[in-house]
């Protein structure tokens, strides 16, 4: 089953806080794991992205972390800034032969207070 | 740099009526793609294309026609709109199939049935 579990649905955190937000996955052929970003009014924008032949990747105050086993990923926020307050969407896929078709979760709508 | 562009930003219709979304890209992407998004539910894909007169449907097809004439033009059309419809639309694209592709969004477009 191609589902994609994402939690919290929202999410407060003051300036300056780590903001922590937890996907679970079912179907184990998935082998790519992207995070939108989405702004109000617009759309979804790729953050960063992992594979599962690694367990941490890190971009500036963004990192995701994989736990393959657990079939569980999840994005941490250090500094979390009010210019971090937005939409996020885990999501994931597989190869296929014909599509990008991503699966995304429900998203997680953060909010990060001055 | 315009990348995808959707239109109409928003739209009401009524029960019945019937409407095309428009969508262009400038970045010659073979792949584009439709989803709707509800809140609390993601983004859920509606039809998807792999190249001029190719098209297939998605998780949510149902209510909704596509057609792919050009690389550039990817138009969703709803027939005898629903209140079920009420939704945002975004139009996406990216250069590959694969499912590491980084995928494109635009910006949405706000769609009320009543």
């Given amino acids: 089953q191609q589902q994609v579990k ?6 407060i955190v003051q300036k300056g806080g780590i903001s922590i937000i937890n996907c679970a996955y079912e179907n184990t052929a ?9 702004f109000p009014g617009k759309g979804p924008a790729l953050l960063i992205a992992i594979r599962p032949d690694v367990s941490e990747k890190k971009e500036g105050r963004f990192t995701i972390s994989f736990n393959k ?14 210019g971090d307050s937005a939409t ?13 078709r991503l699966t995304f979760g429900e998203g997680t709508q953060l909010t990060v207070n001055p | ?31 584009m793609y439709w989803y709707r998004q509800d809140p609390g539910m993601g983004l859920k894909l509606i039809y998807y294309s ?5 098209t297939d449907k998605g998780e949510v097809p149902n209510g909704y026609n596509v057609s792919r004439s050009t690389t550039e033009d990817f138009p969703l059309r709803l027939e005898l709109a629903a209140p ?11 250069s590959h199939g694969t499912g590491r592709n980084t995928i ?3 910006e949405g477009s706000w769609l009320t049935v009543v």
């Avoid at chain 1, 086993?69 to 009010?82: N, Y």
């Avoid at chain 2, 239109?7 to 792949?31: A, E, V, W």
């Fill in chain 1, 30 to 38: 998935f082998d790519y794991f992207p995070w939108y970003q989405q």
């Fill in chain 2, 50 to 54: 792999v190249g001029a007169g190719i």
């Fill in chain 2, 1 to 31: 740099n315009a990348g995808v562009t959707q239109t109409p930003k928003f739209r009401i219709l009524k029960i019945g009526q019937s409407m095309t979304l428009q969508c262009t890209q400038d970045m010659n992407h073979n792949y």
């Fill in chain 1, 6 to 11: 994402q939690s919290p649905q929202s999410l």
């Fill in chain 2, 104 to 106: 494109y969004f635009g």
């Fill in chain 1, 88 to 100: 996020y969407f885990c999501a994931a896929s597989m190869e296929e032969t014909s599509g990008s």
């Fill in chain 2, 84 to 94: 079920s419809q009420t939704s945002v639309y975004f139009c996406a694209s990216s």
């Fill in chain 1, 69 to 82: 086993s657990a079939k569980q990923f999840s994005l941490h926020i250090m500094d979390s800034q009010p």
